[in-house]
Nanobody
Framework: QVQLVESGGGSVQAGGSLRLSCAAS????????LGWFRQAPGKEREGVAA???????YVLDSMKDRLSISQDNAQNTLNLQMTNLQPEDTAMYYC????????????????????????WGKGTLVTISS
């Protein structure tokens, strides 16, 4: 059974940085696509960054200069490094996985439904103050 546990959220001031981690278990890494998603109060869930089963990465355009996603296969973790955080980045951040990679293959498409990812963690809260 696939399980995902996020950590690393917190409260920082604008301009600060955070590193989120997702501990994954119950599957073989190279067979799954993984990603980070966020949802702010009153808004739809959006994709932040993802990695497909070939190691290709996808990043939210509005954050592409401020974040990087990486995967540590030895420790089975998915990491998200975010810099120069702004109040509009405040949201619950979720780690999610899927196989086959139907959602990640359409990452960033205007009509993609991120809720269709197969498995979700419980999320970690990121709060950015001005």
């Amino acid at each position: 059974q696939v399980q995902l546990v996020e950590s690393g959220g917190g409260s920082v001031q604008a301009g600060g940085s955070l590193r989120l981690s997702c501990a994954a278990s119950g599957f073989t890494y190279r067979t799954y696509c993984l990603g980070w998603f966020r949802q702010a109060p009153g808004k739809e869930r959006e994709g932040v960054a993802a990695i497909d089963s070939d190691g290709n990465t996808y990043v939210l355009d509005s954050m592409k200069d401020r974040l990087s996603i990486s995967q540590d296969n030895a420790q089975n973790t998915l990491n998200l490094q975010m810099t120069n955080l702004q109040p509009e980045d405040t949201a619950m951040y979720y780690c999610a996985a899927e196989s086959p990679c139907a959602v990640v293959a359409r990452f960033g498409a205007i009509d993609v439904t991120y809720y269709d990812m197969d498995t979700w963690g419980k999320g970690t809260l990121v709060t950015i103050s001005s």
